[in-house]
């Protein structure tokens, strides 16, 4: 055991003791900063979620921040609105002038009155949360109401400003729009799309240059409706009439009830037995008594009468469509004794109409004439009379119902003698062209005036061809657009069918395009865009304004033509509501234009006009053919050929017309390419309406001239591949 003195022992106590204490402070002291180090933390995590709080209720959200900087931009950045800013910024948090927000998004704009100028902006489609967009009383516009509008607007007052064209297709996707103000612009076209805006309860369309009727207006559940001081005909429907507010005046509508609507198209009425006098009481043992009070199920001599009747109806029909089918081979050029499969009708019937008496056809084409013997036994019509229909006594031609009074064409009407002067009895030397309905010969009048005359082939029109001519120029001159080629005149006698048109002397787009010689004249890249758009409008008049839709079905290089200032001029518009599909001709040129859909079942629509516009695109940007033998398996096709490259720059790149030599925007080129691959998607629901393509060109062509302003000049495009600062 160890033992421990009493003055050592009390200097260990005093050493522990002091090592305690200062133990006891150092803890004292590290809780105190603990407690200081917690105090700050929790300070700044405070300051951190105050900030962060603030920051979520400032910052704008991105997409609608491009979408208003653009909107500023395009309305030629004005001083008067205050905050705005033409990159980036924060509408919400900065309090743009005229901006309301909701959180992060943009509910409203209201900018009337601030005499504003310019155009809306490319892509306020961005702004989705925004539900009432007013830039009424400025000065707006000198173009179209752009088509990427706001989708989600509740309230549009475009009013008072100075937009033209037609309404955008886009619109009337606005399925939550309430009230629709174009008032007091140059609009002149309304389309029929309004049937889903079944929210709409107020429109205002006055002081306008709207022409046509308000028919597509009947269906929507208006309260308030003004269409005051425009150009509207035909009558107010029954529906309109009825609305609380409405205002009609200064227009031309017809006084009175209005007529009732046209009637459908003719129908043959179902075959009906005689009626039969009421049969007595039988007093045959074979009847067999029913609960049908004294009727019998036994057939009566006049019911088996009417099913022999219906035999022989049957049997007619058969043989009509069997002879129809042999003739028109025939007139095509085929083999008429060549063996064709036949209906199991029309193969038991077939021998029962050899017995039948045999007839001679003469049909007349041109100067041949084809003869054939038929076997029928109906007597055809003996002479054509060009000027009104067949005889109403001939069985042959009860059915047909269109008829056009000639009263109701307003072009002027040639003889034959007047054209044959002009042409030089349709020399080869005046021939310009041939196409699917005919030869288009140059004619010279002695005023000096110059027309291109288009003589109708008669095999164009497979029944009633002169009818059909009639109701063909009736509806052709009734087309009415910048872009169309205007129909002059026509003459319909002495067996022959001819329209007279305008003359383009600058050609077709085709022959600028491939018909490359020493006196050739290149297109500029803003030439090309220029006829791009042009005839994208044309397209869009016809199915987004004409009522019915008009569908092209011939859309190609070869029906564009150019004037002196190369705006183009679309041809053989209106025929194809008139000739069935399968009468066009099916030539290597056209196959390049068919779309998918086409080539497998022959069926044209809008979206096959669509895809057709794509493919003179495509021409364009090239400078090749639709379709060419002369180049490798793997770029006949243009379509096949170009489409995977549309979206790789340096192949795009290689892709362009070498004519041009390099002078192009980049950024137009990839504009323009990101258009053509739209319109040559395989399905047609995923092709745009033409009036999203003709939007997506007017973009094109604003950017280019909003850069030009901003002090850009001709040496700031592309040039043999090298890149340049500016592109628009």
Known sequence: MLLVSSREEGLWVGEQTNAAVAKAGMNRKMRGRASAMAVETGAVVLLFLVAALLGVSANTDSDDVNALNVLYTSMNSPPQLTNWVSQNGDPCGQSWLGVNCSGSRVTTIKLSGMGL????????????????????????????????????????????????????????????????????????????????????????????????????????????????????????????????????NGNSFGTGPSPPPPPPPYKSPPYKSPPQRPAGPTTTGNSIPSNDGGKHSKLSGGAVAGIVVCLVVVGAIVAFFVIKRRYWTLRRGGDPEQKEPLSPIASGLKDSFKHMKSIRIISTIGKEELQKNVSMNLKP?????????????????????????????????????????????????????????????????????????????????????????????????????????????????????????????????????????????????????????????????????????????????????????????????????????????????????????????????????????GVVMLELLTGRKPFDRSRPRSEQSLVRWATPQLHDIDALDQMVDPALQGLYPSKSLSRFADAIALCVQPEPEFRPPMSEVVQLLVRLVQRANMTRMCGADGQSWRRDGESRDYEP
């Open 381 to 613: 019509p003996t002479k054509i009379d060009l000027h009104k229909s067949f005889n109403d006594n001939d069985g042959t031609s009860k059915s047909f119902t269109r008829k056009v009074s000639l009263s109701s064409i307003r072009i002027h009407a040639y003889t034959v003698a007047d054209l044959q002067v002009a042409t030089g009895s349709f020399s080869a030397d005046n021939l310009i062209g041939e196409g699917s309905f005919g030869r288009v010969y140059k004619a010279k009048f002695n005023d000096h005036k110059v027309l291109a005359v288009k003589k109708i082939n008669f095999s164009a029109f497979p029944d009633h061809p002169s009818d059909l001519f009639i109701e063909l120029v009736a509806n052709i001159s009734r087309l009415n657009h910048p872009n169309l080629a205007e129909l002059v005149g026509y003459c319909s006698e002495h067996g022959q069918c001819l329209l007279t048109y305008d003359f383009y002397r600058k050609g077709s787009l085709s022959d600028f395009l491939h018909l490359i010689d020493d006196q050739s004249q290149t297109l500029s890249w803003s030439s090309r865009v220029k006829i791009a758009l042009g005839s994208a409008r044309a397209l869009e008049y016809l199915h987004e304004t004409c009522l019915p839709s008009v569908i092209h079905n011939n859309f190609k290089s070869s029906n564009i033509f150019l004037d002196n200032e190369l705006n183009p001029h679309l041809s053989d518009s209106g025929f194809a509501g008139l000739i069935p599909n399968q009468e066009y001709q099916v030539s290597e040129e056209n196959i390049g234009y068919r779309a998918p859909e086409v080539t497998m079942s022959g069926q044209y629509s809008l979206k096959s006009d669509v895809y057709s516009f």
């Open 117 to 248: 100028n310019g155009t809306l902006g490319y892509n306020m489609n961005l702004l989705t949360a925004l539900v009432e967009l007013d830039t009424s009383k400025n000065n707006l516009g000198g173009s179209d109401i752009p088509y990427n509008l706001p989708p989600n607007l509740e309230r549009l007052n475009l009013a008072g400003n100075n937009f033209t064209g037609s309404i955008p297709y886009s619109i009337s996707q606005m399925i939550a729009l309430r009230t629709l103000n174009l008032g007091h612009n140059d609009i002149s076209t309304i389309n029929d799309m309004f049937n889903q805006l079944t929210n709409l309860t107020t429109f205002y369309l006055q002081n306008n240059k709207f022409t046509g009727t308000i028919d597509v207006l009947a269906d929507l559940p208006l309260t308030d409706l003004n269409v005051a001081n425009n150009q509207f005909t035909g009558w107010i429907p029954d529906k309109l009439k009825n609305i609380r507010n409405l205002q009609t």
